[in-house]
């Protein structure tokens, strides 16, 4: 285990009130805004028995940020994609299997989960980083 290292860079305003912060929080910035360095600093302000989830977006950015929280010593963080964690608590658990041959398509988990029409909107957002994003809202049909 590494000796805890302080953060590169000064923590800016915004980041120094998520550290401070109690309770459950979410952290939602572009990609390189300092997210992972700002969890970092927010884990190694808590007790070694908190237990602390980090969502990374994708695998790659997961295996960055478990080198970060591990070069810290920070062991209280489990860090999870959104995949990894369906597949850790709900498929291996259940009698869910995980599909071959690829993703479902809208319309199949439209059959799969016995959803009514209209079930799905989905509309893409042009961020001011240029960058693409997708956000897709579950209506229910009572």
Known sequence: MHAPQPAALPLTPEQQAIVASTGNIKINAVAGSGKTTTVVEYARTR????????LAFNSAVRREA????????????????AHSLARRYVVANSLYTVRKGGAFKPYELVDVLTVHW???????????SSLWTTSATVTSSG
Do not use: D, H, M, N
């Open 118 to 128: 209209p079930l799905v909107s989905t509309c893409w957002l042009r961020t001011s």
């Open 47 to 54: 007790p070694p028995a908190a237990r602390i989830l980090y």
């Open 66 to 81: 478990e080198r970060k929280f591990r070069a810290q010593g920070l062991e209280q963080v489990q860090v999870e994609t």
